[in-house]
Nanobody, 118 residues
Framework: QVQLVESGGGLVQAGGSLRLSCAASGRTFRATFVGWLRQAPGKEREFVSR????????DYADSVKGRFTISRDNVKNTVDLQMNSLKPEDTAVYYC???????????WGQGTQVTVSS
């Protein structure tokens, strides 16, 4: 069993910052990547960012490049998402997920709400 627990969401004004954290436990060895995805009301879930467990390689959606930074701590088994210069369109439930190299995700956290007011 894999358990992913997100924390750090909340309400922030546009231009502000939030830091999300994902703590992973259990049988995580199948995953090569840890990712953050988000789902806004009435929209499909979309990719935000991911990082490889081993090499720390990162990917970002174009909409968050230059504003969000993903990082990992292999000792603590945590992955953080630093979100700066937040915009109202970043409002969504943010999910942490484990996956493989082809953007397939097989384990999910419960999600954390991020709300950016204008």
């Amino acid at each position: 069993q894999v358990q992913l627990v997100e924390s750090g969401g909340g309400l922030v004004q546009a231009g502000g910052s939030l830091r999300l954290s994902c703590a992973a436990s259990g049988r995580t060895f199948r995953a090569t990547f840890v990712g953050w995805l988000r789902q806004a009301p009435g929209k499909e879930r979309e990719f935000v960012s991911r990082i490889s467990w081993s090499a720390g390689n990162t990917d970002y959606a174009d909409s968050v490049k230059g504003r969000f930074t993903i990082s990992r701590d292999n000792v603590k088994n945590t992955v953080d998402l630093q979100m700066n210069s937040l915009k109202p369109e970043d409002t969504a439930v943010y999910y942490c997920a484990l996956g493989g190299p082809s953007m397939t995700w097989f384990s999910w956290g419960q999600g954390t709400q991020v709300t950016v007011s204008s």
